[in-house]
């Protein structure tokens, strides 16, 4: 059962650490945009709303890797 949720965790991870690191890069280029079209109020306002996934899938990302070594320790233990 343990290794069930480590692989499932481990797939999570992977997953939420390409999302971040890819919502990242749109955050740059989307805000450097709006910092160059729109004025600073609306360039605020992008940056809010794009930044509220990113924050999402980083702490999904840093509570898998967190639950990684615990769960791999205990099946390690075990067998």
Known sequence: MKKQIYDFLQ???TVTIAVTFIL???LLAVQLFA??????AMAAA??????????????FTAICGALRPYLK???KGKS
Do not use: R, S
Not at 46 to 59: K, Q
């Open 46 to 59: 992008v940056y809010d709303i794009l930044i509220d996934p990113m924050c999402i899938f980083a702490a």
């Open 11 to 13: 797939k999570i991870f």
């Open 73 to 75: 320790e205990k099946d």
């Open 24 to 26: 990242g890069f749109i």
């Open 35 to 40: 910092l160059l079209t729109l004025n600073g």
